[in-house]
């Protein structure tokens, strides 16, 4: 089966139940930027206190203290943006087993689904947008849908940060492929799931994530492999004698990973992989039943265009201890400005933090006065 862009979102769309079709295209203010046929729509100018981009965990739970404290505020929650539906990464996880209140665990698309009706109840105005430019040069700040123009006293950049994935036959989603049957790009969150326990693994990388990532499966694990396709890590002295010194871990030098395979029970998971030797040229299969693809992530700022402050690898710098970004009024949260621990109940946090912060920020400047247009 070849899953086109459009054949990809007709899928997620329907595994999120319907709500991002009720929230989005019934609107007909919103259906008519999707509508290649339509003319171009009057851009539409709003007013608010607090303008939230994103629609993870560190967004919604902004927007919850945001709405809580009256604060009206409006998120933009993009649409297929980094090609991912609204609700980001999670929304390409089956079971959350390691966020709290959720003992039996809860799918990724219903855990978001939560978030956001949640976000709803307390007030916060849902746009099914992308924000796709921003002027932090002046206040009121500015941001740019392609129907709207939001004016906010105050802006809190959720975006997230996509993980790196590699492609090859099998490392996809759909008939065929294996991605969340074996197949993940965080060994923190799906390792300890029942179909990784006493299996042997595979991790793709040679960077610090890598080892780490190798290092916390073998405790669920029987063996794991680091798959390298040079002969040498990137990774720090230190992390590399942690990885190389464990006995459960085996490096596989100069290797790509060509093509994945299910199980021999037919079960549509996860079997093994053809691995090619890339100085050889001989491919080998290795018997695994996961594999983590540990080759970094990419923050979702490129909206941002210079906007603010961004670290070499180009996630958003946060003064410490806080969520205040390089502009005064502007705070990030979630992963676009962490690449430690990129956890969907870190992100929450400091989505609390973001509301806080800015709520603190408006009051300082006498701007909580007032409604949101």
């Not at 989603?173 to 060994?187: D, T």
């Not at 390792?191 to 916390?216: C, Q």
């Not at 190389?244 to 990973?257: A, D, R």
Request: proline share 3%.
């Amino acid at each position: 089966m070849c899953w086109t862009p459009m054949s990809r979102l007709k899928s997620l769309l329907s595994r999120a139940g319907g709500f991002l079709l009720g929230s989005a295209l019934s609107k007909p203010s919103l259906a008519s930027s999707y509508s290649s046929s339509s003319s171009a729509a009057v851009m539409e100018t709003h007013k608010t206190k607090v303008c939230i981009v994103g629609s993870g965990p560190a967004a919604h739970t902004a927007a919850i203290y945001a709405a809580r404290a009256e604060l009206k505020p409006l998120l933009f929650e993009g649409w297929m943006a980094n090609d991912i539906a609204p609700g980001g990464q999670l929304t390409t996880t089956t079971d959350v087993e390691n966020f709290p209140g959720f003992p039996e665990g809860i799918l990724g698309i219903d855990i978001v689904e939560k978030f956001r009706k949640q976000s709803e109840r307390f007030g916060t105005k849902i746009f099914t947008e992308t924000v796709n430019k921003v002027d932090f040069s002046s206040k009121p700040f500015k941001l740019f849908t392609d129907s709207r123009t939001v004016l906010a006293d105050a802006v809190i950049i959720s975006t997230g940060a996509v993980a790196r994935r590699l492609s090859f036959t099998g490392s996809g989603e759909g008939a065929g492929g294996f991605w969340n049957r074996g197949i993940s790009a965080c060994a923190v969150c799906d390792g300890a799931a029942p179909i990784f326990r006493n299996k042997p693994l595979a991790v793709i990388g040679g960077g610090d994530s890598a080892m780490e990532e190798a290092n916390f499966l073998t405790k669920y694990g029987s063996k794991v492999y680091i798959i390298h396709r040079r002969d040498v890590f990137r990774a720090s002295k230190i992390m590399q004698q942690r990885a190389l010194s464990n006995p459960k871990i085996e490096v596989i030098w100069n290797s790509s990973v060509v093509e994945a395979f299910g199980d021999e029970n037919g079960k549509g998971v996860l079997g093994g992989l053809k691995v090619k030797n890339v100085v050889t040229g001989d491919v080998s299969d290795l018997k695994v039943s996961g594999l983590f693809f540990a080759i970094g992530h990419e923050p979702a700022t490129k909206f941002l265009e210079g906007q603010l402050e961004l670290d070499e690898d180009g996630y958003v710098v946060t003064k410490p201890g806080t969520t205040k970004t390089s502009v005064v009024g502007v705070f990030a949260a979630g992963d676009v400005q962490d690449k430690k621990y990129r956890q969907a109940i870190t992100a929450a946090g400091t989505g609390c933090m973001a509301a806080l912060d800015a709520e603190h920020y408006l009051q300082e400047i006498g701007s909580q006065e007032g409604k949101s247009d």
